[in-house]
């Protein structure tokens, strides 16, 4: 009883209701404790229950963040017109989340050093980001929903969603390397530059960083293998 009373104070910690069932993402129910199914609602707001770019942030803890990758990417299902073909390894994501953006990257399994080095104009894949509550901005506007895969996760008779973009690397015409972001579409919906960086311990393939630009966007690094990153501009999401 007082283990049950100390995860209802948790919860009650969180400014909106729990976004995402578990017992709806995790299929048939089973016999657990009251303490693990709670543990299990924790880790899943802490993607969906994520207002856009807040200063604060914070890194979900790995364990978390891989019980978040496999219960979306269950629902996202195998897809059949990806435009690039990405395995994602759902053992080395990372999730960050600041009030209620949350945001997720999980990498390919066959991403490496080697294959970055070996880079010419088709594209490599080197993952997914998922976004909850944030957009990439195009030109200083969100995306259109119309171009992007969005993921549904059931939770008590509504439907929450998370957009998902598969990732990639590739030298454009200039031989300049870029990260490529793809949504539904063959073709990259948005592109930045890849930079070189001083090469620094990395404890995952692909890692977050962020900070606040204005009320309404804020830039996303994602650090690649230690010796790469790249800077999204992020803003609100269209109504």
Same mark, same amino acid.
């Given at each position: 009883? #007082? ?6 104070? /948790? ?15 995790? &299929? ?9 199914? /709670?543990?299990?609602?924790? $880790?899943?707001? $802490? ?5 856009? !770019? ?10 978390? $963040?891989?019980? @978040? ?7 996202? %299902?195998?897809?059949?017109?990806? =435009? ?5 390894? !759902? ?8 009030? #209620?953006? &949350? ?16 880079? %010419?104009? =088709?594209?490599? =894949? ?18 259109? $929903? ?19 973009? +598969? !990732? ?6 200039? %031989?300049?390397?870029?990260?490529? @972001?793809? &949504? ?16 620094? =311990?990395?404890?995952?393939? +692909?890692?977050?960083? &962020? ?15 230690? #010796? ?5 501009? +992020? ?5």
């Amino acid at each position: 009883m #007082k283990l049950a009373r100390a995860f209802k104070k /948790k919860l009650a910690r969180f400014p909106q209701p729990v976004p995402i069932g578990f017992r709806t993402l995790a &299929g048939p129910r089973r016999r657990e404790s009251h303490i693990a199914m /709670k543990s299990s609602l924790l $880790a899943l707001a $802490a993607l969906c229950a994520l207002s856009p !770019l807040a200063p604060a942030q914070e890194v979900l803890p790995i364990e978390r $963040a891989r019980e @978040i990758a496999g219960k979306i990417n269950e629902r996202a %299902g195998r897809i059949e017109d990806a =435009p690039l073909a990405v395995d994602p390894d !759902l053992d080395r994501p990372q999730g960050i989340h600041a009030d #209620k953006v &949350g945001i997720m990257v999980v990498p390919d399994r066959t991403l490496s050093i080697e294959k970055l080095s070996e880079l %010419g104009t =088709p594209p490599v =894949p080197l993952g997914q980001l998922w976004l909850r509550n944030a957009a990439i901005s195009d030109m200083g506007s969100p995306i259109s $929903a119309a171009q992007l895969r969005t993921v549904y996760i059931p939770r008590e008779g509504e439907d929450v969603s998370v957009q998902l973009y +598969l !990732l990639g690397t590739a030298k454009n015409a200039a %031989g300049k390397t870029e990260l490529l @972001i793809y &949504g539904k579409a063959k073709d990259p919906i948005a592109r930045a530059p890849l930079t070189a960086i001083s090469a620094s =311990p990395q404890g995952l393939p +692909l890692e977050l960083a &962020g900070h606040k630009e204005s009320d309404d966007s804020g830039i996303l690094t994602i650090n690649i293998l230690g #010796k790469y990153s790249a800077d999204l501009r +992020l803003v609100r999401p269209p109504e």
